[in-house]
């Protein structure tokens, strides 16, 4: 394939956006090469500037999970546009998302809406010091939770990837207050409880790690985390910005039965549109501006446009009985088709799946930790990665990221995905 309209285009674009990008990932860092401009897309396709087209395991890293440019989607932005796009000033459709989004999770009682999954994540953590009167927070290694200075110590993703886990800017009296722990290592969480006593405020996880790869938690893992939260009295933070809406309508609280105090929520909810949004109890959310002490704010929260995109989204998830069971069928698929070429060509590998998330690790043992997502083979994956892309085949541009099945993909679509992982792995050898 040829990338010469994307090439010139990035070129032009690192004269005058820091190394061409709005957002680390896009950059091809981690695989090499210039990263491919974006054109259009439409389902389960994106083509690029030069008019290739490519099958999408990215969709926008998670929100297109009906696949692009939906209709209900769009024609509910387009409508709602068509009336103003910015008041500053409270929307019916506000309290029309809340409604639904609070019926379809388990365990919330209120709302409210941002304008980024970071954004979702910063307050929430705010609101738990607030609620609880305590600083520290425990997060896991390889968790990525956006880019604010409390989530910078060894996040995954694109922080792991350019190997900056504690970026510069990010105040040593910041850092102090993030305790890090192991992920699906419940010892260590204890043990940070217990050398912390009165202290901490949450503990704050995604409940699928879907940023150093897939990895699902253990059998146990989750539950064992709400217990000691309520021994330690600490509040427990799901941040669903990856898995909300996605692994079933109340997300991973409603795959796994488990209640977290505080949810998270960003991607999905947005429909495309810049939205994030954080949820719990009454207890917790009244402590929240202008109820009570705890600030938070926005100029362009609950933004009509973003509302209608992300209102849109939701009741088509929620109408569609089936959907959920449709993107883990055709995950399994993809997962089923995947091992049985891998195998055939006696490759080292591990793929972990949790519903419609799925990533394929090149390393022999299981993949349940950042320690052991570090352990893969990246020039492989490196090598990997490019190969599918000329194969029409487009997949995060690094190994700490996840897959994302839309339902817009079709069984044609996975067997040419198959038949390009048989194609490329073949090759490496
Ligand atoms: C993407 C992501 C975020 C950050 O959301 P942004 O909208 O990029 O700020 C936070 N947490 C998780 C789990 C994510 O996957």
Avoid at 41 to 56: K, Q
Avoid at 151 to 177: C, H, M, R
Avoid at 379 to 391: I, R, S, T, V, W
């Amino acid at each position: 394939m040829l990338y010469k309209r994307s090439s010139a285009l990035f070129n032009e674009a690192e004269q005058v956006i820091p190394g061409g990008v709005n957002s680390p990932v896009r950059a091809f860092k981690a695989v090499g090469g210039t990263p491919i401009f974006a054109k259009s897309a439409s389902g389960a396709y994106v083509y690029d500037e030069d008019d290739n087209r490519f099958i999408d395991y990215i969709n926008s890293w998670g929100p297109m999970i009906l696949g692009h440019a939906h209709k209900p989607v769009v024609d509910a932005v387009i409508e709602k546009s068509k009336l103003g796009t910015s008041f500053g000033m409270p929307t019916a459709i506000e309290t029309e998302i809340a409604e639904l989004a609070v019926s379809m999770v388990p365990n919330i009682d209120k709302i409210r809406f941002v304008n980024s999954g970071t954004e979702a994540c910063m307050s929430a953590v705010r609101l738990a010091r607030g609620f609880t009167n305590n600083d520290k927070i425990i997060k896991f290694a390889g968790c990525y939770h956006g880019h604010s200075d409390s989530f910078l110590i060894q996040a995954g993703s694109g922080a792991v990837t350019f190997g900056s886990p504690n970026s510069p800017g990010v105040t040593q009296g910041t850092a102090k207050d993030t305790l890090l722990a192991r992920y699906n290592d419940l010892e260590h969480v204890e043990a940070l409880l217990e050398a912390n006593k009165n202290e901490v405020a949450c503990i704050i996880l995604e409940p699928v790690a879907g940023n150093m790869g897939c990895i699902p938690p253990k059998e146990g893992f989750l539950q064992g985390l709400r217990n000691l939260c309520d021994k330690h009295k600490v509040l427990l933070i799901f941040d669903e910005v990856m898995t909300g809406f996605r692994l079933a309508k109340g997300g991973a609280q409603e795959l796994f039965g488990i209640n977290a105090d505080i949810v998270c929520f960003g991607k999905v909810i947005g429909g495309g549109l810049p939205v994030g949004a954080f949820a719990a109890r009454n207890e917790i959310m009244n402590y929240l501006a202008p109820l009570g002490p705890v600030y938070q704010a926005g100029t362009l929260s609950g933004n009509p446009l973003a509302m209608a995109a992300g209102l849109a989204m939701l009741k088509e998830l929620n109408e569609d009985q089936d959907v959920f069971n449709r993107l883990n069928a055709k995950t399994e698929y993809l997962h089923k088709g995947c091992a049985e070429v891998l195998d055939r060509l006696n490759v080292d590998y591990t793929i972990n799946r949790v519903g419609s998330m799925i990533s394929i690790h090149f390393y022999k043992d299981s993949v349940v930790d950042f320690e052991t997502a570090a352990l893969g083979n990246n020039d492989k994956f490196k090598a990997f990665f490019h190969g599918m892309l000329d194969n029409g085949i487009y997949i995060a541009p690094s190994a700490f990221e996840t897959w994302f099945v839309s339902d817009a993909l079709s069984y044609e679509d996975l067997d040419e995905t198959i038949k390009a992982v048989e194609k490329v792995v073949s090759q490496l050898k």
